[in-house]
Structures are given as structure tokens and as C-alpha cells.
């Protein structure tokens, strides 16, 4: 199934740039389906720098756990491009979706702005895929888990996984 989506998807980047099909078979279409494959992929980081595109999103994902009060960052799961960064939507410290802890999430050059000294909420920042927050974590806070708006990564296309094709099919406006 996966291979004849590739196939399929193959044939129509070839009949658009060549105005006919490819008759290649045997180790010549396995070839062709790997350079499909690899010329899609090339795109990929283009795709998603483009936009936050809301079929990507995911509200109030958990995006890691607590381990100790010591760990000033954490990473993003390997799923997760990047955080979503709303002045609504503050990434929290939940138990039991009971938030223990809230964390005005910013840009980077924002995690201490003098500017907002009235604004006593704590705040959190992503700095090369790492959560950092602007306070140590407090003992409450352990074995929490961090919830924040998500953007995922978008799938590589593989001969095994075929979900780059379902996300594109269902979102046609890319």
C-alpha cells in the first residue's frame, strides 16, 4: 500500500514536469520511488517554516516531566517543532490536569524584559528545542507534567510511513 502511494505520487511529479509517465520497473522504479522520496523530503523544512500551520497543532500537549528542581531546561519532545507562543496560553505544571504552576511562555529576548516589571508571572522560553524557565523549579513542582501548545514536526515521507501524504491529502490549501 505504502509503495503504490509513492508510486502514484511519483507518476504525477513525473507526468507534470515531463508530460508523460515513467515505464521504469523492477530496481529503476525502486530507484525512482527512493528519488521521490528524497526530493519531497528536501522541502519538508521549507514547508514548515512557512507557517505555524494549524493542522500541526496541538492544545495543551504534555511536553515533558518535572524530574527535579535542580534541571533548569528540558527538551521538546522529538515530535514537537516548537512551542506556541500566545499571551492567552501560558505553559503550565499540571497533576492530575490540576495546574500547580503557570509560566508566561516568551521569545527569547523577552524572559526578562524590565518593561512588564508589573507583570509578576513567571515566564518560560524554547532556546534550541529546550524548555527554560526564568525561576528554579519548586519541590511542589516535581514529577509534573509541563503542558504548553504545541506545534508538531511534520512527517518525513519513508517507504514505511505514508503520513506526510495523509496530511497533505486532508490539507489541500499547503
Not at 505555524?52 to 492544545?59: A, E, G, H
Amino acid at each position: 500500500m505504502n509503495d503504490q502511494r509513492i508510486t502514484d505520487l511519483a507518476q504525477e511529479i513525473y507526468l507534470n514536469r515531463h508530460n508523460q509517465k515513467n515505464d521504469v520497473t523492477g530496481v529503476d522504479l525502486s530507484d525512482f520511488l527512493d528519488q521521490t522520496i528524497a526530493w519531497v523530503n528536501q522541502f519538508i523544512p521549507e514547508i514548515e517554516k512557512k507557517t505555524d500551520w494549524n493542522f500541526l497543532r496541538t492544545q495543551a500537549a504534555p511536553s515533558g516531566t518535572v524530574n527535579d528542581v535542580t534541571t533548569p531546561s528540558y527538551s521538546l519532545p522529538s515530535n514537537v517543532r516548537k512551542l506556541v507562543v500566545n499571551s492567552q496560553r501560558d505553559l503550565t505544571i499540571r497533576f492530575d490536569n490540576a495546574v500547580v504552576a503557570s509560566f508566561k511562555l516568551v521569545n527569547p529576548n523577552q524572559q526578562f524584559n524590565p518593561a512588564e516589571q508589573y507583570d509578576h508571572r513567571h515566564r518560560a522560553t524554547v532556546v534550541r528545542k529546550n524548555i527554560i524557565f526564568s525561576r528554579p523549579l519548586k519541590d511542589v513542582e516535581v514529577g509534573g507534567t509541563i503542558v504548553a501548545d504545541t506545534i508538531a514536526v511534520l512527517p518525513r515521507l519513508a517507504r514505511n510511513d505514508t503520513s506526510l501524504l495523509d496530511i497533505l491529502d486532508d490539507n489541500e490549501d499547503i
